[in-house]
């Protein structure tokens, strides 16, 4: 049964050193309030998924947080590379970081087994793909019914999963919606869960039956965590924050701009600093219209 | 009005001119979003656009920074989970064409979008597959 708790709590009582984390938020709704939180936490040996590490996992690698990354599409979206991640794979700064690369149908449908109990998960992909020869998790099987050669993946069973949803109800039961990615079956798939919002209300009200809601006894922590998927963005509450996403290229590109940076904005601040983000963002749409 | 284009731009341009009205297209960001856009909003106004994020027959007013920005999702007929665009809509076969960007191309359209030099040790680190293998 998941509770209320402050993201400190959260992240202490969820969060160990050496485990399988899945942060996940495909572009809208990623967890930036707790991955900042799991750095200040000095967290280390972090085994991190995600189908597309971005500023998030650019920040936890550069802070060396990170022994290993399994993923399916590393960038910063529409500007360039991950600089803090290339260093570490391709100069090992801050430290070596090993790569299980993976397609995103493979990781999808790797959730999904993770899900579903399944100890793998089963696709058409891969086709005269070079990837099976540096990562020895892709394998085929053969359909029993008619012989053809399949795609296999193992299931991905993280220790915690970490997503940003846009609301709880009082009883600690979490809605989604908009572009809602893998994130419900990530929880369903692991351990633990530990989910922020960006506000807690009495009920949920008038919505489609079709929302995405997760019970409160899928998680294990709720933390009520205003503007926490910024610079991503939170569907009706504010705005994916595109510049700040391009003026990370510049911050990130040297070793000390990016600590100097992440001083001052992670490690010496809190979630705090989101909700101000959050009221910005408010403010400059108010402005527009 | 500029009579000068960069490669880039007459790149988009004719892909966006190898797109067809009937066309169901998935979309890469950047460039392959352009010119689909593109044909969209000129000769092919009946083409569906769908973005991996899960956003099916989108019609954004503005270019997309990313592939999930809210404009997409805003502005579809409806968006699925990324599990099921991945399995029914993209496996499933309901796409007529795919058109996504890559780093480097060879002549048998071999398509890298990984890594230059070796992958153990790489030169430079592209971002990967990604949503195409």
Not at chain 1, 119 to 135: E, M, Q, T
Not at chain 1, 258 to 272: Q, Y
Not at chain 2, 64 to 71: A, H, K, M
Request: charged letters at 20%.
């Amino acid at each position: 049964m998941s509770r209320f708790m402050s993201l400190a709590e959260a992240v202490e009582a969820n969060v160990r050193d050496g485990d399988t984390v899945a942060m996940e938020g495909f572009t809208h709704l990623i967890p930036h309030a707790a991955g900042h939180e799991v750095i200040r936490q000095r967290r280390r040996h972090l085994t991190l998924v995600r189908m597309t590490p971005d500023l998030i996992y650019d920040q936890l690698i550069g802070m060396g947080c990170v022994d290993k990354v399994v993923f399916s599409w590393c960038g910063n979206p529409g500007v360039g590379s991950l600089h803090r991640m290339r260093d570490a794979i391709e100069n090992g700064w801050p430290q070596p970081l090993a790569c299980e690369e993976q397609s995103h149908a493979a990781m999808a449908s790797a959730y999904e087994a993770g899900a579903a109990g399944l100890p793998f998960a089963v696709f058409r992909g891969y086709i005269g793909v070079d990837l099976p020869k540096v990562n020895p998790s892709i394998r085929t099987v053969t359909c029993p019914y008619s012989g053809e050669k399949l795609a296999a993946v193992p299931a991905i069973r993280p220790d915690v999963a970490i997503i940003h949803a846009l609301r709880a109800d009082r009883a600690g039961n979490v809605l989604l919606e908009g572009i809602v990615g893998v994130q419900k079956e990530a929880v369903l798939a692991s351990k633990r869960a530990i989910v922020t919002v960006e506000e807690r209300v009495e009920d949920f009200g008038a919505r489609s039956p079709n929302a995405v809601i997760l019970p409160s006894w899928t998680m294990s922590a709720i933390v009520v965590a205003p503007g926490g998927a910024h610079p991503s963005y939170a569907h009706g509450y504010y705005k994916r924050d595109n510049a700040y996403y391009k003026k990370w290229d510049g911050i990130s590109r040297e070793r000390d701009s990016f600590l100097a940076w992440m001083k001052a904005n992670v490690l010496e601040r809190g979630p705090e600093a989101f909700a101000e983000q959050r009221n910005r963002l408010n403010l400059a749409t108010a402005g527009a219209a | 009005m500029s009579e000068s284009y960069t490669p880039t731009e007459m790149m988009t341009v004719a892909a966006s001119r190898a797109l067809k009205s009937s066309d169901v297209c998935f979309v890469g960001i950047g460039m392959p979003s352009a010119a689909c856009n593109l044909a969209r909003l000129t000769h092919a106004p009946g083409i569906t656009l769908i973005y991996e994020s899960g956003t099916i027959a989108t019609k954004p007013a503005i270019l997309p920074l990313s592939i999930g920005d809210g404009e997409l999702c805003d502005t579809a007929l409806t968006t699925v989970s990324v599990p099921e665009m991945f399995r029914y809509w993209l496996q499933g076969g309901r796409i007529t064409v795919g058109f996504l960007g890559g780093a480097q191309i060879d002549r048998y359209a071999n398509l890298n979008t990984t890594v230059v030099g070796p992958y153990h040790k790489p030169k430079v680190r592209l971002p990967g597959g990604g949503g195409a293998p």
